[in-house]
């Protein structure tokens, strides 16, 4: 039997450097996003999040801690993945293209006001942009959740929360635990008086 510490631990430590990087820069985007969807919820408006493959599983992970609880009983919030209707996926994909996947999602859901999130580590997905650009179309608050770059999603996002990496599997740990810290905010702030 081989031993893994070393590789285990230089990996573990790479990913906590991301993390404390990224404690140390993006705090006033992920202050500012807790901000909008606060003031979204008072205001009876939804959040949306989408991405590919495994910012699909981050956009549906999120949405649910939101729908269901994070820490605190409470009622539930308004808060939709769009990646999760293989029906409506894979029509829009065969009927339009890949491309509209989300932004048709989001003509027919987003209303002004709603807070639409996308998650790219690239920041170049395009289906991703289009779902962005459809959202400011339609007057919705938009976030994006990429790597260090930004992308080309930083030009059509109100907020850019970017992970300082270009380490892909670092970037989604990041971008799990920034859905997370977001969550927790929300819930503590709205619902802080449910607290046992």
């Avoid at 606060?38 to 699909?56: E, Q």
């Avoid at 949405?63 to 609880?69: I, K, P």
């Avoid at 289906?127 to 080309?152: C, D, M, P, R, S």
């Avoid at 970037?171 to 929300?186: D, K, L, N, S, T």
Wanted: hydrophobic share 40%.
């Amino acid at each position: 039997m081989t031993d893994n510490t070393s590789l285990l631990s230089a990996y573990i430590r790479k990913s906590i450097e991301t993390k404390q990087t990224l404690l140390n820069k993006n705090l006033p985007e992920m202050g500012k996003t807790v901000d909008l969807i606060l003031d979204a919820y008072r205001n009876g408006h939804t959040v949306f999040w989408f991405g590919n493959g495994g910012s699909a599983a981050d956009a549906q992970h999120l949405a649910c801690e939101l729908v269901s609880r994070f820490f605190i009983e409470r009622k539930a919030l308004a808060s939709v993945a769009l990646t999760t209707n293989t029906s409506e996926l894979t029509a829009i994909a065969n009927d339009y293209s890949f491309d509209a996947v989300f932004s048709r999602q989001i003509e027919a859901l987003v209303k002004k006001g709603d807070v639409v999130i996308g998650i790219s580590t690239s920041g170049n997905s395009p289906n991703v942009i289009e779902g962005l650009k459809k959202a400011k179309e339609y007057g919705a608050i938009t976030v994006a959740f990429t790597g260090q770059t930004g992308g080309k999603m930083k030009e059509v996002a109100d907020i850019l929360i970017a992970v300082p990496s270009d380490v892909t599997p670092h970037i989604q740990e990041c971008h799990i635990m920034i859905g997370h810290v977001i969550c927790y905010a929300v819930e503590k702030r709205l619902f802080a008086e449910n607290e046992q």
